[in-house]
Each structure stands twice: as structure tokens, then as C-alpha cells.
């Protein structure tokens, strides 16, 4: 089974532009998440889909972050425009919404994203 | 306050030697949940091992063991026969509420490193 994909690995911006970050989560899992971890700073929470639908967006830093997650699949995190402080890595993590799992993020190796 | 905390920024340890990676946790809520994850170079977060609040064992999974002190609230990850692949930066988290979609608050990590 496929664990949670991540692209691309790296992205090298300029500011003022836009980024977009795709995840696909594990197959069946109804819950997804995406973290956030700035240089030297604890991985932090963004928000928080189940389905297509935003259960908590409260980390979400400003209204230059849009999440998407069309269909309930796979989710994009659009970045518009990109500021320097906006560089870190982004996590993305899917949980199933029921069994022994439940409880368990999976994670993907991250984005990373470089804003000059 | 901090939720969770990792107090040994590094640690080193000789291959085949047990290694202890420390974390305490701050909350008030009854029903919460420990996570250990494991990030090698290549960036992946690798879950490792989980401690619900409310276990009365302490979780095992592998070489990998948590030793989990309630009254102290510290969940100390302890590594058996440490390999050279254990090498990487662990990360404790934590869980709060009953819901098994929470969103999970990190320590800043310890960076572990296993020499021959």
C-alpha cells in the first residue's frame, strides 16, 4: 500500500509568487492534515480536512494559504503570494476515520520550500 | 507553556547499546495521546510508536518501547540494541482529547546519532 506521496520535494521560489503543493494521502483515509516546520521552529499544526470538508483550519497563518481538497482525495496548499517567512517544510498526514489506526498520522517526506 | 517538551537537543550512542530519548508533556485534559516519529535524512516522518492515556501497559512495538510515566507526565522513548539505521531526528508528540482526529502538538526533536 502507498503511504502519503508529497510534490514536489523541493520548491525554489521567488517572493511575491505563487506555490502550490499537492498531497495524496493514503487510499481510504478520510482525514487529512498539514503541518508546517519554519527553520529552528516545532512542526506546527495548519488544518484539518475529513473528506472534503475543513474541520479546523485554525492554524492556517493568514489569507495568503489556501487549502483545497477536492473530491475528498488528494489536497493542495496554494501559497499566494509567497513571503519569505513562508519558507519551511510542509507536512502533509492522512488518518483513517475508523479501526486501530484511527489514532495514527501517517506522514509524507514533506515539501520543502525555499522563498528568496 | 510548552506541550510537549524535548530536552536533549542531541544525543550519541554506540551501535548495539539501549538509548533513552526524553519528553514530558503539559495538559489538562484526561484523554490524550503520546506519538514518537522517526525522520531519517530523507525526510520521511516514521511513526514509530503510540501511548494512549488511558493504557495501562506501556506501549512496545519492536526495539522500540515507551516508557510512559504518568504522575511525572514524561514519555521517554527507550531505543534496544540501537543500529546504525537508527540515526535520524525523533520527534515526540502529542494528542489531546478524545477524538481520534486531533491534531498532534511536536517537541523540537532530538537528533539521534548511532556511531560504530
Known amino acids: 500500500e502507498a503511504g502519503v506521496t508529497q510534490f514536489p520535494s523541493h520548491s525554489v521560489i521567488e517572493k511575491g509568487q505563487t506555490v502550490t503543493l499537492r498531497c495524496d494521502p493514503i487510499?481510504?483515509?478520510?482525514?487529512l492534515y498539514w503541518y508546517r516546520r519554519v527553520m529552528g521552529k516545532e512542526i506546527k499544526f495548519l488544518l484539518h480536512?475529513?473528506?472534503?470538508?475543513?474541520?479546523?483550519e485554525s492554524g492556517m497563518p493568514n489569507n495568503r494559504f489556501l487549502a483545497e481538497r477536492t473530491g475528498g482525495t488528494y489536497s493542495t496548499l496554494k501559497v499566494q503570494p509567497a513571503e519569505l517567512e513562508d519558507s519551511g517544510v510542509y507536512f502533509c498526514?492522512?488518518?483513517?476515520?475508523?479501526?486501530?489506526?484511527?489514532?495514527?498520522?501517517?506522514f509524507g517526506a514533506g515539501t520543502r520550500l525555499s522563498v528568496l | 507553556a510548552q506541550k510537549i517538551t524535548q530536552t536533549q537537543p542531541g544525543m550519541f550512542v554506540q551501535e548495539k547499546e539501549a538509548v533513552t530519548l526524553d519528553c514530558t508533556y503539559d495538559?489538562?485534559?484526561?484523554?490524550?495521546?503520546l506519538f514518537w516519529y522517526k525522520q531519517p535524512s530523507s525526510g520521511e516522518m516514521i511513526f514509530l510508536i503510540y501511548?494512549?492515556?488511558?493504557?495501562?501497559q506501556n506501549a512496545t512495538e519492536g526495539r522500540y518501547s515507551l516508557n510512559f510515566q504518568k504522575a511525572r507526565k514524561s514519555a521517554n522513548l527507550v531505543i534496544s540494541a540501537s543500529q546504525l539505521g537508527d540515526s535520524a531526528m525523533y520527534f515526540c508528540?502529542?494528542?489531546?482529547?478524545?477524538?481520534?482526529?486531533?491534531?498532534?502538538?511536536f517537541g523540537k526533536g532530538t537528533m539521534l546519532l548511532v556511531s560504530p
Open positions: 501511548q494512549g492515556s488511558y493504557d495501562q
Open positions: 487510499s481510504g483515509h478520510d482525514n
Open positions: 498526514a492522512s488518518s483513517p476515520r475508523e479501526g486501530s489506526a484511527k489514532n495514527i498520522q501517517y
Open positions: 495538559t489538562s485534559d484526561p484523554s490524550y495521546g
Open positions: 480536512f475529513v473528506k472534503e470538508s475543513k474541520q479546523d
Open positions: 508528540a502529542m494528542r489531546e482529547g478524545r477524538g481520534g482526529y486531533s491534531t498532534l502538538t
